[in-house]
T-cell receptor, first 110, second 111 residues
Framework: DAKTTQPTSMDCAEGRAANLPCNHS???????VYWYRQIHSQGPQYIIH???NNETNEMASLIITEDRKSSTLILPHATLRDTAVYYC???????????FGAGTILRVKS | DGGITQSPKYLFRKEGQNVTLSCEQN?????MYWYRQDPGQGLRLIYY???????QKGDIAEGYSVSREKKESFPLTVTSAQKNPTAFYLC??????????FGNGTRLTVT
C-alpha cells in the first residue's frame, strides 16, 4: 500500500472550515484514499473515501487532485468535537491491510 | 445495534504472564484485524483474518498469537515473548467492500 504524508498538527477556529491535506504521490491506479479520525482513547472512526472523483457525505468532503497525488479533507464547519487525530490512508479496494501513519492532530479552538 | 466489542477496556498484568484480549463483532463481517497503538503514534497491524480458521501475520506479529474459530470472534493473546506489551490494542472488522469498523480498544499495562 502507498505511503501518505500529512502535517503533524493544525489549528482551526470553531465554525470555520478545516482543510486537512494529504500527499500520496506513489498511489496506484486501484488504490482508494480513505480518511479516519481518532478521538483520544477511542477507536478510529471512518469519515469518507474516494478513488478519483470528489466525494461528500454528512461528515465531510474529500477533494482529490486530478493526478491523484494529493487530497484534502474538508470539515465545512468545524466544532470543538472535531478535535482529533485525522489519518489519511490509501488502500486497494479489496485490500485487507491499512497502513496508518502518525496522522494530523487537528485542534479546533473557540 | 451492530458493532465491535472489545473487553476489558483496561487490563493489568504482571510481566511473564500471557494475556488474552477479547474481540467480538455482530456485523457479519468476514475479515477481522488487530492493531497496536503506542503513544503519539499511528496504528500498526499485528494479525488479520479474512475467513474463519485462517489468519495472516501483519507487520509486528512477533510475541502475539490469534485464533479464528468463529466468524464473530478474533481473540488476541499477548505472550510473555512480546518484549514491550504495554500499549493500546484495537480490533477491527470489514467486508471487502466496506471501510474498517473499529472497536474502542483495550489498554494493556504490563508491569
Amino acid at each position: 500500500d502507498a505511503k501518505t504524508t500529512q502535517p503533524t498538527s493544525m489549528d482551526c477556529a470553531e465554525g470555520r472550515a478545516a482543510n486537512l491535506p494529504c500527499n500520496h504521490s506513489t498511489i496506484s491506479g486501484n488504490e482508494y484514499v480513505y480518511w479516519y479520525r481518532q478521538i483520544h482513547s477511542q477507536g478510529p472512526q471512518y469519515i469518507i473515501h474516494g478513488l478519483k472523483n470528489n466525494e461528500t457525505n454528512e461528515m465531510a468532503s474529500l477533494i482529490i487532485t486530478e493526478d491523484r497525488k494529493s487530497s484534502t479533507l474538508i470539515l465545512p464547519h468545524a466544532t470543538l468535537r472535531d478535535t482529533a487525530v485525522y489519518y489519511c490512508i490509501v488502500r486497494v479496494e479489496y485490500g485487507n491491510k491499512l497502513v496508518f501513519g502518525a496522522g494530523t492532530i487537528l485542534r479546533v479552538k473557540s | 445495534d451492530g458493532g465491535i466489542t472489545q473487553s476489558p477496556k483496561y487490563l493489568f498484568r504482571k510481566e511473564g504472564q500471557n494475556v488474552t484480549l477479547s474481540c467480538e463483532q455482530n456485523l457479519n463481517h468476514d475479515a477481522m484485524y488487530w492493531y497496536r497503538q503506542d503513544p503519539g503514534q499511528g496504528l500498526r497491524l499485528i494479525y488479520y483474518s479474512q475467513i474463519v480458521n485462517d489468519f495472516q501475520k501483519g507487520d509486528i506479529a512477533e510475541g502475539y498469537s490469534v485464533s479464528r474459530e468463529k466468524k464473530e470472534s478474533f481473540p488476541l493473546t499477548v505472550t510473555s515473548a512480546q518484549k514491550n506489551p504495554t500499549a493500546f490494542y484495537l480490533c477491527a472488522s470489514s467486508t471487502p467492500y466496506s471501510p474498517l469498523h473499529f472497536g474502542n480498544g483495550t489498554r494493556l499495562t504490563v508491569t
